[in-house]
């Protein structure tokens, strides 16, 4: 049972536009969420969080949404850059710090120069 | 921010054999955790490796096929034993830190295909 669902497996942006990366949770529980950016044959790398006292973080070009009623997070990335092509990796956690992630299938983004 | 290396990088074994993967943190670390990327999937939690005692092993995963070493707060190894095909995946450790904004933190990944 996937409690963590990213329902777009990729997504294509013009370079300098804004990329919205979507991720859905069933798990009421969850309180601290994360996005995490992995490159081909890297492990993933820490974006962003938030957790659930807050409905938005920023962090950059990098902005986290939350809406906790609708269980629903999206991460936003202005401008997108070439480099930011690669798998993006939403995360929940049912408690406070990042000990127990429950993860989601990814997003693919790719930056078109 | 901890730096975590992992070896080796990517192997390819045939069935029945067994992998140990090392991973190795540039600072003590209380817990560490092994997970699991199988081709088109998510990152699943394989289990949990606390220094001093055995491994908590998450729900499909068990000891026998996945034996965990932790003998210091920087180092642990996971063994892949009696592969098949199936097992070929994508294998990672991590650990936790950040401060205010706790992450965890992975290492490049172990590329295993069982052939």
């Known amino acids: 049972d996937q409690q963590v669902k990213q329902n777009s497996p990729s997504l294509s942006v013009q370079e300098g536009r804004i990329s919205i990366l979507n991720c859905d949770y069933t798990?009421?529980?969850?309180?601290?969420f994360l996005w995490y950016k992995k490159y081909p044959a890297e492990g993933p790398t820490f974006l962003i969080s938030i957790s659930s006292i807050k409905d938005k973080n920023e962090d950059g070009r990098f902005t986290v949404f939350l809406n906790k009623s609708a269980k629903h997070l999206s991460l936003h990335i202005v401008p997108s850059q070439p480099g930011d092509s690669a798998v993006y990796f939403c995360?929940?956690?049912?408690?406070?710090?990042?000990?127990?992630?429950?993860f989601g299938t990814g997003t693919r983004l790719t930056v078109i120069p | 921010s901890a730096v975590i290396s992992q070896k080796p990088s990517r192997d390819i074994c045939q069935r029945g054999t067994s992998l140990t993967i090392q991973c190795q943190v540039d600072?003590?670390?209380?817990?560490m955790f092994w997970y699991r990327q199988q081709p088109g999937q998510s990152l699943t939690l394989i289990a949990t490796?606390?220094?001093?005692?055995?491994?908590?092993?998450e729900s499909g995963f068990v000891i026998d096929k996945f034996p965990i070493s932790r003998p210091n707060l920087t180092f642990s190894t996971l063994t892949v034993s009696n592969m098949s095909p199936e097992d070929s995946s994508i294998y990672l450790c991590s650990v936790t830190g950040g401060g205010s904004q706790e992450t965890q933190y992975f290492g490049p990944g172990t590329r295993l295909l069982v052939l």
């Open positions: 600072s003590q670390v209380t817990m």
């Open positions: 490796a606390n220094q001093g005692s055995e491994a908590t092993y």
């Open positions: 995360a929940a956690s049912p408690g406070t710090g990042a000990n127990n992630l429950f």
């Open positions: 798990n009421s529980m969850f309180d601290y």
